[in-house]
């Protein structure tokens, strides 16, 4: 076919582009440039609505950083690093070398790397620290014979993401108190590992964990996953000792979704490269992060550090203040203002009712938040429903006050 017929037939498999197109640029231009200026219509008059072609439902997020809802969106000059990304070839290795260096430089690390996601980032991060760089011991996971293959984690600190471990061949062992820990340790220790949101529950705390990794020479990795705000973490984890620090790339740092960082030790991220892509034959092959990703989650995270977090906060507040006051407005409905104070770290709203009063339960309140127009996704459970706005567009605020205040007069 020739590229001309090619151009046509592709710009009449489209939708919308024979009306908003008219003749000009198809007789303006070869084929070939007219096919180049659709493969990525991303904003103008050519874009196409994608999403209402696929008949998916688009939302408010009032709920948060979730993956079941995409995360985060990326702002424009994410995005158009990822274009940008896409218009040229780079060696992947060269690629992920200098925007390593250019991150670790950022948040004052001895080194990073983009990974895919925060769990990537643990799966490639243990990698790493059990097998060195020793390059047969790459090709041997999750086969762990003759490696190292402990983890030990705190009871409350195994939650299900520790999966991002075993996914190397190694074990978790579960321990509770310091003195178990260290009744733990034996020759097949490989790492411990801490997870920063259930901080509160774990009996040992940061100083103290790092401490005895040091004390015993067993490297420890701290996930920070839903961890910025506030933004100081970026740099708290690895300044305080932890070899290794995971933060997802896709949630406050508004990155891509499947981006996460991987900062630390240089010689463990040189050690967790060799599993990644371009290596084939290893266990992180598939954990492959494009060019086009790792530029977004360098802008994202430049972005992100650049911010006035302070005014960011004070609208958050706002926000949430607003749609407490219009819930509260409401004949037996209460609010209460919180802040978790590890992981989603952001004023967060809970709207509680006496169902007496108030006849809906609070699964059906969400229920009609979600099924009206504009849909509204928030979060919660028996006995509440949750609100954050940190992942709202500037404005969606007031939507979300007046539809959860329709709601529950009309309950
Ligand atoms: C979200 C999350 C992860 C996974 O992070 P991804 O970036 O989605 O891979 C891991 N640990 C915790 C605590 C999380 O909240």
């Known amino acids: 076919m020739s590229s001309r017929r090619k151009a046509l037939k592709t710009l009449s498999a489209l939708p919308l582009v024979g009306g908003l197109m008219g003749p000009s640029l198809l007789s303006a231009n070869t084929g070939e ?32 950083t979730y993956t079941s809802m995409t995360g985060s969106l990326m702002q424009k000059e994410v995005t158009d690093a990822i274009n940008y990304g896409a218009t040229e070839y780079v060696n ?30 643990m799966t490639i991060g243990l990698a790493g620290i059990m097998c060195g760089m020793d390059t047969k011991k790459v090709a041997q996971l999750p086969d ?26 190694a074990k978790i062992v579960s321990v509770k108190t310091t003195k178990d820990l260290e009744k ?13 949101a259930n901080t509160e529950m774990g009996d040992i705390k940061w100083e ?34 932890f070899d290794l620090v995971a933060f997802s790339g896709g949630k406050g740092i508004r990155g891509p979704q499947s981006a996460g960082l991987l900062l630390g030790k240089r010689k463990y991220i040189e050690a967790a490269r060799l599993h990644t892509p371009p290596r084939g034959t290893t266990i992180a092959r598939g954990m492959k992060v494009n060019k086009e990703e790792v530029l977004g989650m360098l802008v994202a995270l430049e972005m992100y550090l650049g911010k006035d977090h302070d005014k960011e906060w004070e609208l958050w507040e706002n926000q949430i203040k607003l749609i407490s006051d219009s819930a509260k407005s409401v004949k037996g409905v209460e609010t209460e203002i919180h802040v978790p104070p590890y992981a989603n770290h952001v004023p967060s709203l809970k709207i509680r009712w006496d169902e007496s009063v108030v006849k809906i339960s609070k699964d059906d309140m ?22 954050t706005t940190w992942m709202m567009e500037p404005g969606q605020e007031r939507i979300v006050a007046s539809r959860v205040k329709e709601v529950l007069e009309n309950a």
């Open 92 to 121: 992947l290795d060269e690629l992920h070398d200098k925007v390593g260096e250019r991150i670790a430089e950022l948040l004052e690390c001895e080194y990073a790397t983009v990974s895919s996601g925060c769990f990537g980032a």
């Open 184 to 196: 733990a340790i034996n020759k097949n220790t490989a790492m411990l590992w801490y997870l920063n």
């Open 366 to 387: 969400r229920k009609e938040l979600r099924n009206g127009h504009p849909s509204i996704e928030t979060v919660g459970g028996k006995e509440e429903v949750g609100i």
């Open 208 to 241: 103290e964990f790092v401490a005895l990794g040091k004390k015993h020479n067993i490297p420890t990795f701290i996930d920070c996953a839903a961890d910025v705000p506030p933004v100081e973490n970026l740099f708290k984890y690895t300044k305080m000792g």
């Open 144 to 169: 762990t014979t003759g490696i190292k293959s402990e983890v030990i984690v705190q009871e409350a600190h195994a939650i299900g993401y520790t999966h991002a471990l075993i996914n190397t061949g």
């Open 33 to 64: 440039s007219a096919v180049s200026k659709l493969a990525c219509p991303v904003s103008g008059p050519l874009a196409r609505d994608f999403f209402k072609e696929l008949g998916i439902r688009t939302f408010i997020n009032a709920a948060g």
